[in-house]
């Protein structure tokens, strides 16, 4: 049984695809076993409460260090027994020593195809607006392993979605969660869950 812990900062709409595939049986072998979050009156923590899935709030700004603030993240996820780390939404640049000590084990759903729209600066709206300024015809998500790079890590799945001539940043927004982010992260758990997922160097290689 895969034990996962999902990082939120707000609203947690990925969180709670995650929840409901677990419920529905679509996501399998696989325990949420803790909800962490960098603000305290993040909705996603009320999901994380209503699921019956335990949390905890840990701010950048309450240690002395990037070093310290990672070590407590460390020790939260150990003390939940999790293998797998899953950020979905979370709006914190991580401490290099938690990178590390979950590396292979920590991944990531960023709002765009990678390497189109990401790394430093790419996140939110901010990714959508870039794409209507360069005036994309297809944008999508992309979930991949975490690694002390932006936007670095091996990829595991994507998933195109197309760009309307009318979108908003906030329109495009909600298309790229509805139809690829809530579809390909659940995905990319439940082909961990179950051994399907092999990392050689910077790619990624599904096991059938």
């Not at 949420?32 to 905890?56: C, F, Q, T, W, Y």
């Not at 990037?66 to 993240?73: C, I, K, P, V, W």
Request: proline letters at 4%.
């Amino acid at each position: 049984m895969l034990k996962v812990a999902v990082y939120v900062s707000g609203g947690g709409t990925n969180l709670q695809a995650i929840i409901d595939r677990v419920k529905d049986g679509t996501i399998t072998n696989t325990e949420l076993v803790l909800v962490i979050s960098n603000k305290p009156g993040a909705h996603a923590l009320d999901r994380a409460a209503e699921a019956g899935i335990p949390s905890a709030v840990i701010e950048p700004k309450a240690y002395e260090s990037r070093e310290d603030f990672g070590a407590a993240m460390i020790d939260e996820l150990k003390k939940a027994g999790a293998d797998l780390v899953v950020l979905a939404g979370y709006l914190v640049i991580l401490p290099v020593n938690l990178v590390r000590a979950f590396e292979g084990r920590m991944i990531n759903i960023h709002p765009s195809l990678i390497p189109s729209h990401c790394g430093e600066g790419y996140y939110g709206l901010k990714v959508h607006e870039s794409v209507l300024a360069r005036g994309n015809k297809v944008t999508g998500a992309t979930v991949h392993f975490v690694d002390e790079g932006t936007d670095s890590g091996p990829i595991i799945l994507q998933k195109a979605v197309e760009v309307m001539d009318d979108d908003t940043p906030e329109t495009l927004q909600r298309r790229v969660m509805e139809q690829a982010e809530w579809h390909i992260l659940p995905k990319a758990i439940d082909l961990i869950a179950n051994n399907r997922v092999a990392i050689e160097g910077k790619i990624t290689r599904i096991i059938s």
